[in-house]
């Protein structure tokens, strides 16, 4: 059984930087691709960021491009979403995913649909 765990959230002033952390754990992950979604309140669950576990992929939500980043730590199981130049429009509850599908087309990567695996949330909370 996989399991994701998230840490890392908080409250950040508008500017600010936060990092989380996906710790997963239950299986080999090397043929995994993980992803990040966030959900603000009243709105549908987005894609954010996803990359596969051996780390030769990524794929980014125009939304964050230049400011988050992701990455993985193969030792610690674990995979980071590196936040940046944090906006209040990015305060959200946000999920860490996997899943096991492939696809040629990246475009798949991003609809929450084709990830199996999710973990509890972080809440993030960006001030102005």
């Known amino acids: 059984q996989v399991q994701l765990v998230e840490s890392g959230g908080g409250l950040v002033q508008a500017g600010g930087s936060l990092r989380l952390s996906c710790a997963a754990s239950?299986?080999?992950?090397?043929?995994?691709?993980m992803g990040w979604f966030r959900q603000a309140p009243g709105k549908e669950r987005e894609f954010v960021l996803a990359i596969s576990w051996s780390g030769g992929s990524r794929y980014y939500a125009d939304s964050v491009k230049g400011r988050f980043t992701i990455s993985r730590d193969i030792s610690k199981n674990t995979v980071h979403l590196q936040m940046n130049s944090l906006k209040p429009e990015d305060t959200a509850v946000y999920y860490c995913?996997?899943?096991?599908?492939?696809?040629?087309?990246?475009?798949?990567?991003?609809?929450?649909?084709?990830?199996?695996?999710w973990g509890q949330g972080t809440q993030v909370t960006v001030s102005s």
């Open positions: 995913a996997a899943t096991t599908n492939t696809y040629s087309d990246s475009t798949y990567y991003t609809y929450d649909r084709v990830y199996g695996y």
């Open positions: 239950g299986r080999t992950f090397s043929r995994y691709v």
